[in-house]
């Protein structure tokens, strides 16, 4: 297992170098002038923009200033935001806990129901259910996240008042920081309520968010399911007697996780790294809105920082599925 580690991490190396040479790259094919945008309706001078222009060292030529921003980069550092002036790191550290609670309720939601559903379809192949939930499933994987979102607005916010449309927090409720997640300082640390109105905000942007995946999810599910369901080792188990809730516990659903485990894993990453629509549309302080705002205002420190550490997320989670896959099927395990 240390040896399959140590080959992951290695053959990660340039996959993490070709994430930051398109990072670099593609913002810097975005036209406008950074400078420009990022003093609004403010003018500079020829010489005050010059030397805001060699300040920021976007003089230099790009290959120079690409060898910059790694030799930064093997030091731990993210750079620094054009416009705030502030760290990068810590910009990310302030918002990354919204985008992660709103990604860990989103998962939650598409686990939950997407095993739930997958696993009934399987049992129920051929029936209504069956098709009612496969239909909802491909409904859910095609319908687009803005368009889902703006129904889901109109629908409970607008028309029924029972949800709000944006943000983390009522105004009316003031909550200490202290972990940078809504949930957790809302029940500790926040006002009676507190809690209650964090679970409503996160509810329409995490089932938004959710939706697609947990329709990958159900889908994978049910495949799964009736594959393992004909294999000799089950009709075995039964004809031994076995509990049916046995059969399909212990010895079905144990080995049709396999496949599902990848999609999950693949599906946390996208849901960390792709929040940005669900992000813009609920006006959710996390990563996805912050890197939109940076895209328009040619921050590029801020861009390249983002989708790396996106990107660097991305892997390391699929990396941690991979490893996982020892522990639900021992057989692979003894093969690395």
């Given at each position: 297992?240390?040896?399959f580690?140590?080959?992951k991490?290695?053959?990660?190396?340039?996959?993490l170098l070709?994430?930051?040479l398109l990072?670099?790259?593609?913002?810097?094919l975005?036209?406008?002038?950074p400078?420009?945008?990022?003093?609004g309706?403010r003018?500079l001078?020829?010489?005050?923009?010059?030397?805001?222009v060699?300040?920021?060292?976007?003089?230099?030529p790009l290959h120079?200033?690409y060898?910059d921003?790694?030799?930064?980069?093997?030091?731990?550092?993210l750079?620094e935001?054009m416009?705030?002036?502030?760290?990068?790191?810590k910009?990310?550290?302030?918002?990354f806990?919204a985008?992660l609670e709103l990604?860990g309720?989103?998962?939650l939601?598409?686990?939950?129901?997407?095993l739930?559903l997958?696993?009934l379809?399987?049992l129920?192949?051929?029936?209504?259910?069956?098709q009612g939930?496969?239909g909802a499933a491909?409904l859910?994987h095609?319908?687009?996240v803005?368009?889902?979102?703006?129904?889901?607005?109109?629908?409970?916010?607008?028309?029924?008042g029972w949800?709000?449309?944006s943000g983390?927090?009522?105004?009316?409720?003031e909550?200490?920081p202290?972990?940078g997640f809504?949930?957790?300082?809302?029940?500790?640390?926040?006002?009676?309520?507190?809690?209650g109105?964090a679970?409503?905000?996160l509810?329409?942007p995490?089932?938004?968010?959710g939706?697609?995946s947990m329709a990958?999810?159900?889908?994978?599910?049910?495949?799964s399911?009736l594959e393992?369901?004909?294999?000799?080792?089950?009709?075995?188990?039964?004809a031994?007697?076995l509990?049916?809730?046995?059969?399909?516990?212990v010895h079905?659903?144990?080995?049709a996780l396999?496949?599902?485990?990848?999609?999950i894993?693949?599906?946390?990453?996208?849901?960390?790294?792709?929040?940005?629509l669900?992000?813009t549309?609920?006006?959710?302080?996390?990563?996805?809105?912050w890197?939109?705002e940076?895209?328009?205002r040619?921050d590029y420190?801020?861009?390249?920082a983002?989708?790396?550490?996106s990107?660097?997320?991305?892997?390391?989670?699929?990396?941690?599925?991979?490893l996982?896959?020892g522990?639900?099927n021992?057989r692979i395990r003894?093969?690395?």
């Amino acid at each position: 297992m240390l040896k399959f580690l140590a080959r992951k991490l290695l053959g990660l190396v340039p996959t993490l170098l070709g994430i930051t040479l398109l990072a670099f790259g593609l913002i810097r094919l975005i036209p406008g002038d950074p400078i420009e945008v990022m003093m609004g309706e403010r003018r500079l001078d020829p010489e005050a923009h010059a030397a805001l222009v060699h300040r920021l060292g976007l003089d230099q030529p790009l290959h120079l200033q690409y060898l910059d921003y790694l030799a930064k980069l093997a030091q731990g550092d993210l750079g620094e935001s054009m416009v705030s002036r502030e760290p990068v790191a810590k910009e990310f550290a302030a918002l990354f806990p919204a985008t992660l609670e709103l990604a860990g309720v989103a998962l939650l939601l598409a686990i939950m129901l997407g095993l739930t559903l997958g696993l009934l379809a399987a049992l129920k192949r051929g029936s209504l259910l069956d098709q009612g939930v496969m239909g909802a499933a491909t409904l859910g994987h095609s319908m687009p996240v803005f368009w889902w979102g703006l129904i889901l607005i109109m629908y409970f916010s607008v028309g029924l008042g029972w949800t709000p449309v944006s943000g983390r927090l009522s105004v009316i409720y003031e909550v200490e920081p202290h972990t940078g997640f809504m949930l957790i300082d809302s029940l500790f640390w926040g006002e009676p309520g507190a809690f209650g109105s964090a679970c409503l905000h996160l509810l329409l942007p995490g089932l938004v968010l959710g939706t697609s995946s947990m329709a990958v999810v159900a889908r994978m599910t049910r495949s799964s399911m009736l594959e393992v369901l004909r294999e000799d080792y089950v009709r075995t188990a039964r004809a031994k007697g076995l509990s049916p809730k046995r059969v399909l516990v212990v010895h079905a659903l144990r080995n049709a996780l396999i496949p599902v485990l990848t999609v999950i894993g693949m599906q946390t990453g996208s849901l960390l790294a792709g929040a940005v629509l669900t992000e813009t549309i609920f006006s959710w302080p996390g990563i996805g809105k912050w890197l939109i705002e940076a895209i328009a205002r040619r921050d590029y420190p801020v861009v390249q920082a983002g989708i790396l550490i996106s990107a660097t997320t991305f892997i390391a989670i699929n990396l941690v599925v991979d490893l996982l896959y020892g522990v639900v099927n021992p057989r692979i395990r003894s093969e690395r």
